[in-house]
């Protein structure tokens, strides 16, 4: 069974940073994606990054220029770095890791962020 485990979510301030951290069960090498998504309340679950086995990265238009997606081989996981946070942010974080038989999503980590 695969485990996703996301952290490194919280409160802070308009215009500050945060990073998540997404941990799985195995390497993440073994996925052919893994991505961000996020839910604000009344609204659907959004893609806000991805990053494909080959390194490719894709963006929501509402991030480019803000987020980064990287991949920590070291410590095998998959980050969001999230600079100049806007209160839209807020929402919980999903992340999700992608193969072909099935996705496997975390519990999900709560991005607050205040005006």
């Known amino acids: 069974q695969v485990h996703v485990v996301e952290s490194g979510g919280g409160l802070v301030q308009a215009g500050g940073s945060l990073r998540l951290s997404c941990a799985t069960s195995g390497s993440i090498f073994s996925f052919d994606a893994m991505g961000w998504y996020r839910q604000a309340p009344g609204k659907q679950r959004e893609l806000v990054a991805s990053?494909?086995?080959?390194?490719?990265?894709n963006y929501a238009d509402s991030v480019k220029g803000r987020f980064t997606i990287s991949r920590d081989i070291a410590k095998n996981t998959v980050n969001l770095q999230m600079n100049s946070l806007k209160p839209e942010d807020t929402a919980v974080y999903y992340c999700n890791a992608h193969r072909m038989n099935g996705d496997y999503w975390g519990q999900g980590t709560q991005v607050t962020v205040s005006s």
């Open positions: 990053i494909i086995s080959g390194g490719r990265t």
